[in-house]
């Protein structure tokens, strides 16, 4: 597939996998007057996050008749099998990966790797990557606009997202594993519990075209002037469960929590209720909002 020539438009699937686990993956191009700089979009990773896809699908329309100086490439699906579930992850039946941890990926194995690969190399040619994200079915986040390097943050700050966020090295995380590659990238988180918040369509949305006129790929008509004063996080410590139960929090998202002080209350398994107290100082800028947890999900995220 030819998917970077300039003057083109084009929505193209791609085969991935064989068997009941093949799949196609959605990729759509817009090349203009040159093919770089690329801007390369991700979007459902996960399977269960919908602000991203509703704000490419609404990008998308919006650059149709647009002449650029660069070219667009977007994944509007990434994981077509975790989306047609509405899971987070790749399902049981397939090999139940989470897609956000097996980056780059691999050409053999079970399907998610496979997935994880095609995407590499797909988008491997792009100038900058963006990864839309929101906490899907478990999880509620702050607005978060993601970097790694201090370079990129003129990038994040491109988006009129609440709070500018050092994001921590996570391996196997598509935008992490760019990060070590040198390339510019920037990960995005807002809202999450499986509900599509139209605060987020819009922010992100109105992000990505800001970002295009910071590119030179086409000028935007959205005001400079209505970006938010962003409140900076340079580190980020996460609450892990280390064994299965119920959680009840008490905090909210954008509350600040002391170290010891109580956030909720926990079930274990024989039904015994405690309180559960965090572990670090700072402000709750991710919670997990579905109460049953399994061990090892994590409890809270806290930006310091």
């Not at 686990?21 to 919908?50: N, R």
């Not at 899971?87 to 399907?111: H, Q, Y």
């Not at 469960?241 to 959680?247: F, R, S, T």
């Amino acid at each position: 597939m030819n998917q970077t020539t300039p003057n083109t438009r084009t929505e193209q699937t791609i085969l991935v996998g064989r068997g009941k686990a093949a799949l196609q993956l959605p990729v759509w191009f817009q090349g203009g007057s040159a093919v770089h700089p690329m801007l390369a979009i991700t979007s459902m990773v996960h399977g269960d996050e919908y602000e991203a896809l509703a704000a490419v699908l609404e990008f998308w329309k919006s650059i149709e008749r647009r002449k650029l100086n660069g070219s667009v490439l977007i994944l509007p699906v990434c994981n077509p099998l975790a989306a047609e579930a509405a899971t987070r992850s790749t399902p049981e039946r397939f090999d139940g990966k989470n897609l956000a941890r097996v980056f780059p990926g691999s050409a053999r194995g079970t399907i998610t790797p496979q997935i994880a690969r095609r995407i590499w190399e797909i988008t491997e040619e792009a100038d900058v990557l963006v990864d839309l994200h929101s906490g899907g079915t478990g999880y509620n986040y702050a607005p978060l606009a993601g970097y790694y390097h201090s370079r990129d943050k003129e990038l994040a700050r491109c988006f009129p997202i609440q709070y500018l966020w050092k994001v921590p090295a996570n391996p196997g995380v598509l935008s992490y594993e760019w990060s070590r590659k040198g390339k510019r990238v920037i990960g995005f988180e807002y809202g999450g519990e499986a509900r599509l918040d139209p605060d987020g369509t819009k922010a992100y949305v109105q992000g990505l075209w800001r970002l295009m006129d910071h590119l030179g790929i086409c000028k935007s008509t959205i005001s400079k002037s209505k970006q938010i004063k962003q409140i900076e996080l340079k580190a980020t410590a996460y609450q892990f469960a280390d064994k299965p139960g119920w959680l009840f929090p008490s905090v909210t998202i954008g509350r600040t929590v002391r170290r010891g002080q109580p956030i909720g209350e926990w079930v274990d398994e024989h039904l015994k209720s405690s309180i559960l107290k965090s572990q670090f100082a700072g402000k709750v800028i991710g919670l997990r909002t579905l109460p049953r947890v399994a061990k090892g999900d994590y409890l809270t995220v806290i930006g310091r």
